[in-house]
């Protein structure tokens, strides 16, 4: 029966297939997300979205955008960096390190006096930052193709919040696992969308902003993913961090939101000492340490 429209259909959307299972049933959930019917894999519903990581992470990202001064926190940031730094070196005292989402280099920056470093950043404008005023390497290139790390010659990989951010984690994941060498570590974080306050807060919770970030994880699924291509989870832990107040006043009442502060955040900002770092903890982020225990998949 015809509908009485004229014209070429418009083409179905692209099928979602789930990077953790394989299968390709997914259910709203609640905001954009999609949660996977066979393993509980969260992600976002972006098929028709066209993303230009490059144009994204433009210098805006870090001054305006997600952050409200990144450079400006370095301080703050660091104090992060040297907890992340001290948890790697407790199972690899030293080797070659690639970081991928280094930013403006300041784990880098770190690391540098125990390990061989190396980090991966869609950011021209941190790569150059990195390289030029923190003399550390870092590299403006896609790390799935470029050659330079020879497989197995890596004994850390570590990405600080950023697996959530890639379109293709999975590809990264295997990447990684083909660098690394047997018995060498992958660290991250992320955050956990199984937890308490994900729970309670659901299309509310702070880490809830795609286009930025696209995948949401749990212990399961993040779990899952790293065993499928070699890895073997030792650890799982939820870290608190330090946030300038600067920044914590600008994510409460500012980001992603239209028009001029109001009053109340104006008034905290001349009160309050805007670079100070203060230590939260409200658990719903992991860090997850895996050590690649096999070859990384034939097909990756």
Known sequence: MSSGRTGSASP???????????????????????RCNSCGFVTA????ADIDPYALYGPGYFSGEEYID??????VIQRNARRWLGIVRKYVPQGRLVELGS?????????????????YDVSEEGVRHANDVLRVRARNEDFITDTEPAA????????WDVIEHLETPDRFVERSAELLREGGYLFLTTGDIE?????RQRERWRLIHPPTHLHYFSPSSIGNLLRRVGFEVERISYPGYSRSIEQILYG?????RAGEPGPVYRGLSKLLPQKM???????????VVARKTAQARSDA
């Open 12 to 34: 179905a959307p692209p099928a979602i297939t789930c990077l953790v299972c394989g299968e390709t049933a997914f259910d709203p959930l609640y905001a954009t997300l999609l």
């Open 45 to 48: 519903d972006m098929a028709s």
């Open 70 to 75: 990144y450079l400006g926190d370095k301080q």
């Open 103 to 119: 930013a403006y280099g300041f784990f880098l920056e770190l690391a540098q006096r125990f390990f061989d470093v190396l980090g």
């Open 152 to 159: 197995g010659s890596v004994d850390v990989v570590a990405m």
């Open 195 to 199: 937890s308490w306050l994900a729970r």
């Open 252 to 256: 409460l009442f500012r980001l992603g």
């Open 277 to 287: 770092g203060v230590y939260v903890n409200t658990r719903d982020i992991m860090l």
